[in-house]
C-alpha cells in the first residue's frame, strides 16, 4: 500500500463550527505532515510529526490543532475558522530517512 | 519565503515536443527534488537531484542541478496531453521540511 489517504474530500463549514480533518497511511512511515495550498500558489508546510510527536509547528494560528494518534493517524481539528483559511489542505508523509514525501489528495476546506 | 523560484509560470506546447522548466533557489541545499500537482490534487514526487549530482534521468524526464548557480532544470522530453499539469521544485530544510517554488503550469495540447 503506497497510498495516503485523507477525508473528506470537500468540506464547507461555518465560522463559528469544529470539524477535523483526517488523514490515513499504512506505509510504516514515521514522518506525517500538513500543507496548505491556496489556488494557484505552492504548498506552505504547516506542521511535522516525528514518531507520532509534533516536531515542526510552522507558525499556524491556534485555529488549527494537529494530532497524531498513531504512527498511521493524523488530524487536523479545526475551530473558528476564517474564510481566509479556504484552502486545500494536504496531508503527506515519508520515511524519516529518506527525503521523498508521499501526498494524499487534500481536503478542498471553504470556510463561509 | 519561497526558496525555489520556477520559470516560466506557465508554458504551453504541443504533444510531442519537449518542455523545460528552471528552478531557482537562494541558500545552500543538500538535495533538490521535483514534484507534479494535476489540477486540485495531491502532489506526486518525480525525481530528487543531489548536491553532488549534476544531472539525472528518469524516463522522460531529465533533470540538471548547477549548485554555483543555485539553479536546476526539470525537461519533459517527447510530451503528452497527460503531462498537463504545475510542477514545482522543492528544497529541503533541515531533515525534512520542504519549500517549493511557485510552481510553472505546463499544458500540453494534443
Known amino acids: 500500500d503506497t497510498e495516503v489517504t485523507q477525508t473528506p474530500k470537500h468540506l464547507v463549514m461555518g465560522m463559528t463550527n469544529k470539524k477535523s480533518l483526517k488523514c490515513e497511511q499504512h506505509?510504516?512511515?514515521?514522518?506525517m505532515y500538513w500543507y496548505k495550498q491556496k489556488a494557484k500558489k505552492p504548498p506552505e508546510l504547516m506542521f511535522v510529526?516525528?514518531?507520532?510527536?509534533?516536531?515542526i509547528n510552522e507558525s499556524v494560528p491556534s485555529r488549527f490543532s494537529p494530532e497524531c494518534p498513531n504512527s498511521s493517524l493524523l488530524n487536523l481539528h479545526l475551530h473558528a475558522l476564517q474564510p481566509e483559511d479556504s484552502a486545500l489542505y494536504l496531508c503527506?508523509?515519508?520515511?524519516?530517512?529518506?527525503?521523498?514525501?508521499?501526498f494524499g489528495p487534500g481536503t478542498r476546506l471553504t470556510v463561509t | 519565503s519561497q526558496q525555489g523560484e520556477e520559470d516560466p509560470q506557465a508554458l504551453s506546447i504541443q504533444e510531442g515536443e519537449n518542455a523545460t522548466m528552471n528552478c531557482s533557489y537562494k541558500?545552500?541545499?543538500?538535495?533538490l527534488q521535483w514534484y507534479r500537482q494535476n489540477s486540485g490534487r495531491g502532489l506526486v514526487h518525480l525525481i530528487l537531484?543531489?548536491?553532488?549530482?549534476r544531472e539525472k534521468h528518469s524516463g522522460r524526464l531529465r533533470v540538471t542541478l548547477d549548485t554555483s548557480k543555485k539553479s536546476s532544470s526539470l525537461l519533459i522530453t517527447a510530451s503528452r496531453a497527460a503531462d498537463t499539469a504545475s510542477y514545482f521544485c522543492?528544497?529541503?530544510?533541515?531533515?525534512?521540511?520542504?519549500?517549493f517554488g511557485k510552481g510553472t503550469m505546463l499544458l500540453v495540447s494534443p
Open positions: 537531484i543531489r548536491s553532488n549530482e
Open positions: 503527506a508523509s515519508s520515511r524519516p530517512d529518506v527525503y521523498e514525501q508521499y
Open positions: 510529526y516525528s514518531y507520532e510527536k509534533l516536531s
Open positions: 522543492a528544497t529541503l530544510r533541515g531533515y525534512s521540511t520542504l519549500t
Open positions: 506505509m510504516g512511515h514515521r514522518a
Open positions: 541558500t545552500s541545499i543538500n538535495n
